[in-house]
């Protein structure tokens, strides 16, 4: 059989993980209406009122470990005109409404015109996700205009420009669609999110006293120590700290995964552009892979996995063979996806040599064995059709 995973859930089904879903909202709500949550926020609301009301180059100190680029500036000071308080309500309220509207999004990318009963279960088993929970950052937000522009890219162009250009204040988390829109040659799409970005760019330059070419060089150069083999603290997913347990030396480390980074994203890419010729469908190269590829090199934590979506739904959803290795592939996302195995096991086995050298790993092998699993069902089952 081919086709969708769930095309007539049962009600007891649907009802089981409705409430799953509320259950984690719920949670989702009560952590991230926590006092360190909310300072999370408030450090995304000094940022942007320094840059605002001020003018302050919010790079320009050497200690400076801002993550976000330039032109999220911009778009994130808006929240800076709000009272803390009004801010973390309205935050809140709008990450739980890009959290049910984004999978909803990635859900008609793959069925269009199919009955909502069709995509309903994968969209209540996204919000059973752990990075759901995590209401105060703007992966959810971002993911949500990345989604957006991947339903839209036919139908609405310009508005998919914008809104993947929007996605672009969180370059990691938009890449996949980004790429996805290269590969099937949408060059309009490419254009007008690269002139959203340039333009939030220059307007973060044209508030503070220094160069674009300034701004650029010291952000790049923030990211080179974020993203090193040395960076404290490390991300869940990425390979870096895999490596360094079998090499110590952290230059022999970064050049490792620096080439191996490379090197898978060459493979993609190649592989992107063969499935975007004309008369074909991107599904395996791009979002999915490549979703993954920015798990395996860039520094992500728990809301970053929120990227997965669209694999998710690829697997669900997608007009290929419902074969073992699909299915497979799809209940060991949505389990690892709930499961926090980290944590649990640190909870469990403390600062032990099980843990410090094998359990803490266990997102990185989840994630580069999903990548592996993609592959193989991309070699096995050519699909017949697919995303928009």
């Known amino acids: ?44 609301m000094t940022l942007g009122r320094a840059w605002l009301l001020t003018g302050e180059n919010v790079y320009r100190s050497v200690d400076s470990v801002v993550a976000h680029p330039p032109n999220a500036i911009p778009v994130l000071s808006l929240l800076s005109l709000l009272p803390v308080i009004f801010a973390a309500a309205f935050w809140l309220l709008l990450n739980i409404g890009a959290a049910c509207v984004a999978p909803y999004f990635a859900a008609r990318s793959f069925r269009p015109n199919d009955p909502f009963r069709v995509i309903v279960l994968p969209i209540l088993m996204f919000l059973c996700w752990g990075g759901v929970r995590s209401l105060t950052q703007i992966s959810l937000l971002v993911l949500t205009f990345t989604m957006a522009a991947f339903v839209f890219a036919d139908r609405r162009p310009s508005g998919a420009s914008g809104w993947l250009g929007l996605g672009m204040i969180q370059p990691a988390m938009a890449l996949p669609v980004f790429l996805w829109a290269i590969f099937t040659r949408r060059w309009r799409l490419v254009a007008g999110s690269v002139l959203v970005t ?25 990211l080179s120590v974020q993203y090193s083999a040395n960076a404290i603290p490390a991300g869940l997913t990425e390979l870096g700290p895999l490596i360094r347990q079998l090499v110590p030396n952290a230059s022999d480390v970064n050049v490792i995964a620096g080439s191996l980074a490379l090197g898978l994203l060459a493979g993609i890419c190649v592989a992107g552009f063969l499935e975007g010729s004309p008369g074909k469908r991107v599904l395996y190269a791009a979002p999915p892979l490549i979703a993954c590829w920015s798990l395996l090199t860039f520094s992500h934590v728990t809301d970053g996995f929120v ?5 998710m739904m690829l697997l669900a959803l997608n007009d290929t063979a419902r074969s073992t290795l699909r299915k497979a592939l799809f209940w060991f996302l949505q389990i690892g996806m709930m499961v926090d195995i980290p944590g649990l096991s640190r909870r469990f086995a ?39």
């Open 1 to 44: 059989m081919i086709g969708p995973l769930f095309t007539k859930p049962r009600r007891s089904v649907l009802l089981f993980w409705t409430v799953l879903a509320v259950l984690n909202l719920g949670a989702a709500v009560v952590i991230s209406s926590r006092r360190q949550r909310i300072a999370d926020l408030e450090a995304i």
């Open 198 to 222: 340039g333009g939030l760019f220059v307007v973060y330059c044209a508030r503070i006293p220094e160069s674009p070419a300034w701004v650029l060089a010291r952000y790049l150069g923030i």
């Open 307 to 311: 990227i997965l979506l669209p694999v």
């Open 350 to 388: 403390g600062d032990t040599p099980l843990y410090a050298n094998v359990l803490v790993h266990a997102d990185r092998v989840l994630i580069l064995m999903l990548f592996v699993g993609l592959v193989v069902l991309a070699w096995k089952e050519p699909p017949a059709t697919g995303a928009t």
